[in-house]
């Protein structure tokens, strides 16, 4: 699990997240002591269906492109 806090900027709201896992296809965060699962479908990154709560598409995408922006 990483230990640096990572930011989403969603319009004028910033969420901060840390990164738990990450492969080509899977992303694991939690936010807010919230754990997340996205998943690569194609092009686009999604919820994982067995996410407890579910992030909304923008976030997602803000999310996404501030992980692989640490790469």
Known sequence: MSTERLA???ETR???FYIVDQTPER???TMYS???TLRKQGEKWR???A???QMSQELI???VATVLSQE
Do not use: E, G, R
């Open 8 to 10: 989403a900027q969603l």
């Open 14 to 16: 910033i969420f901060y």
């Open 27 to 29: 992303i694991k965060i």
């Open 34 to 36: 919230t754990p997340y």
């Open 47 to 49: 919820n994982a269906s």
């Open 51 to 53: 996410n407890v709560m």
């Open 61 to 63: 995408d803000s999310v």
